[in-house]
């Protein structure tokens, strides 16, 4: 069946434009993350989703990210006023639920701000 | 608050050496545990994981882990490494009953030559 899928897959963008990251988890997967890669820096969560519900957004590194599930399906990760700093890979995974179950990687979203 | 550290940053081997890479944990209770592993191109997949029962799990590929509680630890092993193992590989955990965020360490690159 078909895995995680994430769109673009690439994004190049001028420092202080709005960018939006999206995420297709799994059919079924109830449970769904967004987490930053960056360079030697490993996984940083940022948000889960259990259904529609993100129960923790402290992960969040500011205000300027948001994020959104609908239908408890699709994802989408927004970055307002972006900044250099925010340039790294965003990944997504989904799971069948919370905490005991394996999750899967999408392929990720490789965000450069220039 | 939940904490992985992954001890060697960067290891390289020859083929059929073996392989032992470090993960301890900080947690006040009980936890799941993952290996997760992202060859060179590809999603992040996982290679094992413990939640109960017996705490030496057995993965893809392989590859092994010990769970001890004692030394909040889950070092994966493999006796005899292939040149397809190089790849980055990233131990997580879970606290049960907690706000089911996963923390992942910061990773392992591992080389081998063939």
């Not at chain 2, 590929?61 to 493999?78: M, Q, T, V």
């Amino acid at each position: 069946g078909a895995g995680v899928s994430q769109s673009p897959s690439n994004k190049v963008t001028e420092k202080g434009k709005d960018v939006e990251l999206r995420c297709d988890p799994i059919s079924g997967h109830t449970a769904l993350y967004w987490y930053r890669q960056s360079l030697g820096q490993g996984l940083e969560f940022l948000i889960y989703f259990q259904g529609n519900s993100a129960p923790d957004k402290s992960g969040l590194p500011s205000d300027r990210f948001s994020a959104e599930r609908t239908g408890g399906s699709v994802s989408t990760l927004t970055i307002q006023r972006t900044q250099q700093e925010d340039s790294a890979v965003y990944l997504c995974a989904s799971s069948l639920r919370l905490a005991e179950e394996t999750q899967y990687f999408g392929p990720g979203t490789r965000l450069l701000v220039l | 608050a939940q904490s992985v550290s992954q001890h060697n940053h960067h290891v390289i081997l020859s083929e059929a050496a073996s392989l032992e890479l470090g993960c301890n944990y900080s947690y006040g209770g009980t936890v799941n545990l993952f290996w997760y592993v992202q060859y060179p191109g590809q999603h992040l997949q996982l290679l094992l994981k413990y939640f109960s029962g017996d705490p030496l799990v057995k993965g893809i590929k392989g590859f092994e882990a010990e769970f001890i509680k004692s030394k909040f630890s889950f070092n994966l092993r493999k006796p005899s490494v292939q040149w397809s193992d190089t790849a980055e590989y990233f131990c997580a955990v879970i606290g049960k009953g907690g706000s089911y965020i996963p923390t992942f360490g910061r990773g392992t690159s591992l080389i081998v030559h063939p």
